[in-house]
């Protein structure tokens, strides 16, 4: 199939189109550049052994997005592009609707109009909030606990609405965990902008020495060491499922909302030492005070992906350290790190009108 990626430029997204071209997929990007380097794309060409165009579009802009549709003509679009921080949404609500909501309504009317009507959604865990009992089941109650949250249920509904209203339209919701990891080669992974909001990413940029210490948000929940427990999943076995999700999607020509998760909890603590233990360093921490709107323990059940998909998480919690350590390591700064593995391979012309190449290669 021939897939528009938009947001396939960030971190999952770029997992999932080595992921797509793995599988015989042709991939097409669509990225506005808000949080990815143009720099990113030597690296996926490398990996993937073949060119692939990146546009440098926003999703809201409708005639950019009307002309990457005309150019090529998508069998599906798999739908990355988001603003992504819990915190910055609170102080930025407007920005966070604006960008992911109205991109979606934009990027449904435009795949309305040109007759793609297979989208695969990247949702979200948060929008179980606080979920009243573990593992989380898809029928768990949905909440919402801050805007980002707001966007991803809200995304959910809009597009449920129309594959009620558009008997052609299917699609797939897929509500990740906690993704983490890199790519197996270190070539590609996640790079944070500015102070990492996430925990992995922390403890990556404190073993390289880059922050002195890491912060423990709060070591008194009812948890097995106090810590808070989350269902850590590696962005590869993410990648994979965002293809067989894809795939079952097309083959069975129905729509579904799935849980991906290993469906295993691991607190904080028990992160930070798998992650010394592929380090081999020490990871300092302290305890500091809970972080506002943190649950106790989120994990999936992942039972509903698997009967569907026949799809489970292969890798396991010391994979991705052994593999997020390995990409930290390399590209100490992300893709502003210069490594001599990651050489451009010979630009190609874009040939959708009205969009343009990345101007940083
Ligand atoms: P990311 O920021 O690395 O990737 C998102 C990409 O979308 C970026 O490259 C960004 O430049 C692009 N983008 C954002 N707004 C855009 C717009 N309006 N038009 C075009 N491109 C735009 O984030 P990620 O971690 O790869 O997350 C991908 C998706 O998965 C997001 O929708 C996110 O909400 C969702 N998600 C992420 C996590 C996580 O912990 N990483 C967990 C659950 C869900
Ligand atoms: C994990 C655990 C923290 C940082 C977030 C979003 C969610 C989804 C995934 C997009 C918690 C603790 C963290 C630190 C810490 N994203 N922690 N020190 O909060 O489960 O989920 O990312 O959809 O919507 O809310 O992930 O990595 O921030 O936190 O102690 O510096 O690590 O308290 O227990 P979270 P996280």
């Keep these: 199939m021939r897939i528009l990626v938009c947001g396939g430029a960030g971190y999952i997204g770029s997992h999932t189109c080595v992921t797509l071209a793995e599988r015989g997929h042709q991939v097409v990007i669509a990225d506005s550049g808000v949080n990815s380097s143009p720099r990113v794309m030597p690296r996926l060409q490398r990996l993937v052994g073949a060119p692939l165009s990146l546009h440098r579009v926003d999703l809201r802009d ?43 309504i934009v990027l449904l009317r435009a795949m309305q ?62 509500r990740y965990f ?72 097309v083959r069975a020509d129905r729509s579904f909302t799935v849980n991906l998760g290993t469906g295993r909890g691991v607190s904080v603590l028990e992160l930070v030492h798998a992650f010394e233990r592929a380090c081999g360093r020490r990871i300092p921490y ?19 992906a698997q009967q569907l998909l026949g799809w489970q998480a292969e890798h396991d919690v010391d994979a991705m350290c052994r593999d997020a350590w390995r990409w930290q390591a390399m590209n100490p700064q992300g893709y502003r790190s210069t490594t001599r593995r990651a050489t451009p391979p010979r630009l190609r012309r874009s040939r959708a009108v009205g969009a343009r190449l990345a101007d940083a290669y």
């Design 286 to 304: 302290e305890i500091v005070g809970r972080r506002p709107g943190d649950a106790a323990a989120v994990y999936a059940d992942p039972t509903l």
């Design 62 to 104: 409708r005639t950019a997005l009307d002309a990457l549709f005309t150019a090529y003509r998508f069998d599906a679009v798999l739908h990355f592009a988001a603003l992504k921080a819990v915190g910055d949404s609170c102080r930025r609500p407007l920005e966070y609707f604006d960008n992911n909501i109205s991109g979606t």
């Design 178 to 249: 906690n993704p983490v990891g890199a790519h197996a080669s270190g070539l590609i992974g996640e790079d944070p902008a500015g102070e990492p909001n996430n925990l992995m990413p922390y403890i990556c940029q404190v073993a390289v020495g880059q922050r002195e210490r890491l912060r423990i948000f709060g070591d008194d929940y009812p948890t097995i060491d106090g810590t808070g427990v989350r269902d850590y999943i590696h962005v590869v076995d993410l990648a994979r499922a965002h293809v067989d999700a894809l795939e079952y999607m």
């Design 113 to 174: 109009d040109a007759g793609v009507h297979r989208l695969v959604f990247s949702s979200s865990a948060t929008v179980y909030g606080e979920p009243a009992q573990v593992p989380v089941r898809e029928d768990a109650g949905l909440q919402v606990t801050n805007p980002y949250g707001r966007t991803k249920l809200v995304a959910e509904q809009l597009i449920g609405d129309l594959c009620q209203a558009d008997p052609a339209f299917r699609a797939a919701n897929l």
